[in-house]
């Protein structure tokens, strides 16, 4: 059988009084018709990456609203990971595609999960490239099927997407963060519904600027002095050398400021730690890059106080498939600099609520104007955590899925 996921419990009513009552009561009118319905999440990995911590919250509140939900976990080892990893790289863009013998382990696995998945749902929501085989495998094994697709296809290695498209494009329903990532050639409905954050996760939730301090006071960080942050994985795509280039950069200008690169390293990235190596030898021993990671106790608290602390937070991505960490860090009412690529721009209006860059210049030259005018950084922050209050909180995220399993429902 595939590894069921624990994930406690979350009730409705605690989101209330942050999205209001008009959204709430659409949520059950909504639930009430599918009271009962059986869902199943497939993905690849139960920590680590952002579909897993979104289905830590949407999984919880699926069931509050009455639905019978379970999140299961493929089975994989290092070759199956090793693959995907490279297919996920390949879809965003890097020339390198799996070699005969890659697709080959891809295609192992998904036949040994899908023989793994069990019978009878109503709907199987597919995660991601990893499983994305199943329902070409074993229709019968659900009446609904929705593949998920959480990275930026807009401009996929073709071979990659070549090969992996006629494993997608037959599912009934597929979910995309932006339209721009649709592929060509898909045959069933394409929806586009970008994600969302929990604002009641430890992550998220509000945290006492002395509470904040503290924490980061733990890692070494002078409270006192100013400091830029990026949270991301360590990964290519999210430019962690750009953002030392640049810290390097404001530095000339203001002498006195930190940076924090704090990541997670995940079970289905193996060359993770490589670039994590990479990034820790491109800091070259400067005593205010703080590079850290979940095995160095960073956890989501961790996370949270360094993002509520920062004077700047970045997330200077190349590609993006929507950023997270993103609305994450402008609920906090923090003064946001990304990469103008993937959904950065959906979350980021830009010199409103935050500023798009797409060069290391210009990305110090945005921390420089907002760590020397402070009251700049406070009107940006207060607009953003207004936009993702509207946009980007988890219950809108599953209101788009209860209106989906409605119209699955009576189709």
Known sequence: MLQPVNVGSKSLADYTHIVGRDLAEELRALAEPLKGLRVAHLSATAFGGGVSEILYTLVPLMKDAGLDVEWQVIYGREEFFNATKLMHNALQGNPQDLSEEQWGVWEQYNQMNARELSPGWDVCIVHDP????????????????IWRCHIDLSTPNPATMQRLLPYVRDYPESLF??????????????????????????????????????????????????????VSRFDPWKDPLGVIDA???????????????????????????????????????????????????????????????????????????????????????????????????????????????????????????????????????????????????????????????????SS
């Open 130 to 145: 990893q499983p994305a085989a199943l329902y070409s495998l074993v229709p019968e094994k659900s009446a609904g099927w």
């Open 177 to 230: 963060h932006m339209e721009q990532y649709v592929p060509s050639g898909m045959r069933g409905r394409a929806n586009v519904v970008p994600p969302a954050i929990d604002p009641l996760a430890p992550k998220n939730m509000a945290l006492s600027p002395e509470d904040a301090a503290y924490v980061c006071n733990q890692f070494g960080i002078d409270v006192d002095r100013q400091m830029i942050c990026q």
């Open 247 to 409: 810290y390097r950069l404001v530095k000339e200008e203001i002498g006195d400021v930190q940076l924090a690169l704090v990541g997670s390293m995940a079970s289905d990235d193996p060359e993770g730690w490589d670039f994590f190596n990479a990034t820790l030898a491109h800091a070259d021993g400067d005593p205010d890059i703080h590079i850290l990671n979940n095995f160095n106790n960073v956890g989501a608290i961790e996370v949270n106080a360094f993002q509520s602390h920062a004077d700047v937070v970045v997330q200077k991505s190349i590609r993006e498939g929507f950023g997270l960490t993103v609305s994450e860090a402008l609920w906090k009412g923090k003064p946001f600099i990304g990469g103008d690529v993937g959904g950065i721009p959906l979350q980021v209006d830009n010199g409103v609520s935050g500023y798009r860059v797409s060069d290391v210049d210009t990305c110090a030259a945005r921390c420089i104007d907002i760590l020397r005018d402070p009251a700049l950084g406070k009107a940006l922050g207060r607009r953003g955590k207004e936009h993702v209050r509207e946009h980007f909180l988890t219950p809108r995220y599953l209101r788009d899925y209860l209106r989906l399993f409605g119209e699955i429902g």
